[in-house]
């Protein structure tokens, strides 16, 4: 369907968010008719999430800014066997104390790109460890594991991956579609829940609920799955060469999330611009128009607009002039990231590549190795090519020690 009258699916195809739609007529009248309610699930598998779940989540941003009705589905009960797809090997499993402790973390994001205490159509935050941690196992098995067949199952492309390369796939991690699929049900039972919304490798598991449901007695179901994002050199959203892009401030500090964006390929400026900004498609079209050096303008503003959303306004625009200070005046800018060393260790003298692992500018003493050989390094701003050069308190100058990895990346280190 190349035009659609909601203004859900009209937005998504305009800000390039759709790869499938199950039934996009149906769904398309649906959105059109009345208000509906969608989930995205979240298993807790780390204390944040990153910059490759930030699709999904403007994807529940646009359903409610159009008027329908979003739910952030905590996997409480998920989250404790682990999702399968396109995985080599199984997820560590988690005790439920650490799932919940991961939980409470990853919801101070949603926040920000939601509003759940106001408005007729207002999100909610529901955990499936509700239902799922309560279940009966025989009566699950009988009423919602009948339906399902194993031949079907294993057609998938998230298990035929696993076992084409000769990687195990326990039992456990096996029911995990069952179990989303059953989200999808309960969900539906719950809260008239109709739309599920997911990455592409989650087209299966939410067509198995589609199914289930259908099975089960439930009103027609949808599904709806955006495209898994790389840069336009081929590398996975999320990731950087120093880690994960964290969203929670504690794991990534609101300068480095917006040097993440103002890193961006060129290529890549005003899609992200698209998916990820609230920018309106006219602002979007005329900073595609820019070129040349006017490119690096598009980038500052694509990190700021990002930034903004998740970390608020006055943040993002601080972040966006300690970058204009370091980058542009030589300025040392007082808002960098910084570390904290003993004085007493500063006066005994750090090793340099003890230093930069600190700083979080290297994984490894090797890899620090490797930056320092390459001619990456620089203390207070002068190049240093030995290896060997161990930091220490007359390397302080203005009360901190300024350490630099190449030209973008820099960390303050104080005494304490």
Known sequence: MSEFKSDFLHTLSERGFIHQISDETGLDDLLRKETVTAYIGYDPTASSLHVGHLTQIMLLHWFQATGHRPISLMGGGTGMVGDPSFKDEARQLMTVETI?????????????????????????MVNNA????????????????????VNRMLSFDSVKTRLDREHSLSFLEFNYMILQ??????LCKRYDCRLQMGGSDQWGNIVNGIDLGHRMGTPQLYALTSPLLTTASGAKMGKSASGAVWLNAELL????????????????????????????????????????????????ILATEVTAILHGREAAENAAE???????????????????????????????????????????????????????????????????????????????????????????????
């Open 100 to 124: 919940e402790s991961n939980i409470a973390s990853i919801k101070r994001v949603f926040a920000n790109y939601l509003e759940y205490d106001k408005g007729a159509n207002r999100a909610l």
């Open 130 to 149: 509700e239902w799922l941690r309560s279940l009966n196992y025989l009566e699950f098995l009988r009423d919602v594991g009948r339906h399902f067949s």
């Open 253 to 300: 500090s609101v300068y480095d999330f917006w040097q993440y964006w103002r890193n961006t390929e060129d290529a890549d400026v005003i899609r992200f611009m698209k998916l990820f900004t609230t920018l309106p498609m006219a602002e979007i079209d005329r900073l595609a128009a820019l070129g040349g050096s006017e490119i690096n303008e598009a980038k500052k």
């Open 322 to 416: 300690t970058a204009r200070k370091t980058f542009e005046e030589g300025a040392l800018a007082d808002n960098l990231p910084s570390i904290e060393v003993p004085a007493a260790e500063l006066e005994a003298g750090v090793g340099l590549l003890t230093l930069i692992v600190r700083a979080g500018l290297a994984a490894s003493n090797g890899e620090a190795r490797r930056h320092v050989q390459g001619g990456a390094v620089r203390i207070n701003d002068e190049a240093i090519s030995d290896e060997r050069r161990v930091v220490a308190d007359d390397d302080i100058a203005g009360g901190v020690i300024k350490l630099s990895l190449g030209k973008k990346k820099h960390i303050l280190v104080r005494p304490a």
């Open 181 to 186: 699929a059953y989200d999808f049900v309960e």
